[in-house]
């Protein structure tokens, strides 16, 4: 089970409060990650990577154990502690402010 | 119930207004999409229950919802529009080619007779339509596929489609309007399209009468006279009596030609509006006093209607989809500015009431008639 965080417009967006769980084959990456997200979600799809050529969008990030994982291989193996729901798998809206 | 129901797009949401005939109590339901763009909300005149939504930002992208029941209930639908082939590349701001990137719907533009088709206008500028009720959209290709493409150039908002019209008569003839390319017109429902921008003069063109490159910023038409269309240019304010094949220029008395929406009155197709706009470096209102200004010949001859609208300190801009008229008698009109108002009047702008004064930036503003 990964547990995915969201950051509270994309939680409003597909009607969840908290953490996602989800059911991704082993070994979970970036990539099959999201592509479970979506599935499950379907209102999510291009509001984390492009429809077309799944590329990361601009202003957002992915963390995981503390560590920005965004321009990492999104086909990569996630940590373990990812895959056995330790710890969670971030999706970040880049902050703006000043 | 017969009344009126505002639908009004801003910077954080989406607010619905409503009131009865009489137009003068109104209950405020939002922000929906708290937080969120809103460029666009738009109902199918074929379906008062049927309502379509533009919600975007910079981080997550584009989202379309629909609303089947009069904007209580929404769901998103599809959001995937793919320029249909090979994207191509059109003028940048400093004179080279830039490839075609989708960024946001500006306009969402209803069949006059089926709910499940709609239209999109999109930035960089494209039309797309859905004839499942928004859940896919396919690009209407033969307009950026124009020869004419590669000139066309992002205004200062981007290189947006922002005006989508519909001939009632024939709804194979549509028109649309692009900043900063011009006026398109198709008489094959979308298949082929033809630039309609003779007797525009722009002077920040090295060319003033060039084909396209006309920061149009938006365009009206009365359903009764639809080869009759008025614009409000970047500069000038013009019309046109043959479907766009020649424009005039009915600036006439004016305080400023500058500015954004242009409406037509809903029962005089003489009776238009405009709100003067200093100049297309300050974005405000001449001499701090925001006036809407009206013709009732068509142009050339314009009263400043100012009762009820402030006459000193104010510096709001109104964006050219923030302006509405009801179909109601007399006739309504509403206009939402950037200071979060939204101005209305039932008695075709001879008076004026702020039905809200502090919502967040207003981008749109849609009147749905309901009787």
Not at chain 1, 25 to 44: C, G, I, N
Not at chain 2, 39 to 51: E, K, L, T
Not at chain 2, 268 to 281: F, G, L, N
Request: aromatic share 8%; charged share 25%.
């Amino acid at each position: 089970m990964i547990r995915v965080v969201l950051p509270q417009h994309l939680r409003t967006l597909a009607g969840v409060d908290g953490e996602v769980r989800l059911d991704v084959q082993e070994p979970p990456t970036p990539s099959s990650v999201l592509d479970a997200l979506e599935a499950t979600y379907p209102m999510l799809r291009g509001t984390i990577r492009d429809q077309g050529t799944a590329q990361r969008r601009a202003f957002v990030r992915f963390f995981v154990c503390g560590r920005d994982i965004s321009l990492e291989p999104a086909d990569d193996p996630l940590p373990d502690e990812v895959a056995s729901g330790a710890e969670p798998f971030r999706v970040v809206g880049a902050m703006a402010g000043g | 119930m017969t009344g009126v129901r505002l639908l009004v797009g801003t910077r954080k949401g989406a607010f619905v207004l409503t009131s009865d005939e009489s137009r003068t109590e109104w209950d405020v339901n939002g922000p929906l999409f708290a937080g969120w763009e809103i460029y666009h909300v738009n109902a199918s005149p074929a379906d008062p229950d049927r309502i379509y939504a533009s919600q975007s930002t910079g981080w997550f992208g584009q989202i379309l919802q629909r609303s089947d029941d009069g904007g209580r209930t929404w769901e998103p639908v599809g959001n995937e529009f793919a320029y249909d082939g090979v994207p191509r590349t059109h003028q940048w701001y400093d004179g080279t080619q830039h490839p075609w990137e989708f960024a946001r719907v500006w306009h969402l533009e209803p069949s006059l007779t089926d709910p499940d088709t709609v239209f999109a206008g999109v930035e960089d500028a494209a039309l797309f339509r859905s004839t499942d009720g928004g859940k896919t959209w396919q690009e209407l290709s033969g307009l950026r596929g124009h020869k004419t493409g590669e000139q066309w150039q992002p205004g200062a908002g981007g290189l947006c489609l922002h005006t989508i019209l519909i001939d009632p008569e024939n709804e194979d003839r549509m028109f649309v309007a692009i900043s900063a390319a011009g006026v398109f017109r198709t008489d094959d429902g979308g298949e082929t399209w033809q630039p309609i921008n003779r007797g525009l003069r722009s002077r920040e063109l090295p060319d003033e009468e060039r084909e396209v490159g006309h920061c149009v910023h938006r365009i009206a038409m009365h359903p009764s006279r639809p080869s009759t269309l008025f614009m409000q240019k970047h500069w000038h304010v013009m019309r046109s009596d043959d479907g766009g094949d020649s424009w005039q220029k009915v600036s006439g008395n004016l305080p400023s030609d500058f500015g954004f929406p242009i409406a037509v009155h809903p029962h005089e197709p003489e009776t238009i509006y405009v709100v003067p706009i200093k100049s297309d470096s300050e974005h405000v209102p001449p001499d701090g006093k925001l006036r809407v200004c009206r013709s009732r010949a068509g142009g050339n001859e314009w009263e400043a209607l100012t009762n009820g609208l402030p006459q000193e300190h104010c510096y709001v801009n109104v964006l050219r989809d923030a302006m509405a008229v009801d179909r109601l008698d007399p006739g309504g009109v509403y206009f939402g500015t950037t200071g979060g108002q939204v101005y209305a009047s039932s008695d075709s702008g001879d008076s004026w009431t702020a039905i809200v004064h502090d919502l967040p930036s207003v981008l749109s503003v849609e009147a749905q008639t309901l009787q």
